[in-house]
């Protein structure tokens, strides 16, 4: 990523030739050209990862889970946990495969967070209001103070106050 942007600095502000820069950072000219070429940065994203150790155990990995979903979660087992688990079963694969199965059950199962909630805020008059405090410095008399200032906002008669 920090090449990329060497090269295009190098060409597109300093007026370097492509062979001078493929000479100082020893790439070819057609890498060069191709960098330069670019819109946006090149990436890898695997589509789907495969575990071929995990998948006669993935059914009791899922079971687990499915047990243990209605606990508290202070007593449900961590990943770790149910991958030491799954290895006294006779599991020989890696942690990392059942944290990303773990991750993508939780993922599938569990109901969707409150995050994405989107709560317009749009009021009938006198419906509702805001209210918050804060510290502001002012000065008076020459002295700079900090006051604490009440702020309280009416839901629709800043509205039309704005109009």
């Known amino acids: 990523m920090e090449v990329i942007a060497e090269i295009r600095r190098r060409h597109l502000v300093s007026k370097e030739s492509i062979s001078s ?3 100082d950072l020893n790439l ?4 060069v050209r191709k960098h330069l070429q670019t819109i946006e940065a090149l ?11 995990l998948g006669c155990f993935q ?5 687990w889970l499915q047990t243990e979903r209605h606990l508290p979660k202070a007593q449900r087992r961590t990943a770790k946990r149910l991958f030491e688990g799954l290895q006294s079963e006779g599991y020989r694969g890696a942690y990392d495969s059942v944290q990303r199965c773990v991750k993508q059950w939780k993922a599938s199962q ?17 419906d509702a209001c805001q209210f918050d405090w804060s510290q502001e410095q002012v000065e008076i008399d020459g002295v ?9 906002q009416q839901g629709a008669v800043n509205a039309a106050s704005r109009r």
């Open 43 to 53: 990436g890898y994203v695997r589509q789907h990862q495969p575990a071929p150790k």
């Open 110 to 126: 569990l109901a969707p967070s409150i995050k994405g909630a989107f709560v317009p805020l749009v009021f009938v008059p006198g």
């Open 59 to 63: 059914a009791t990995l899922e079971s």
């Open 21 to 23: 820069i493929a000479r």
């Open 28 to 31: 070819s000219r057609p890498t």
């Open 144 to 152: 700079v103070q900090t006051v604490k200032v009440a702020h309280r």
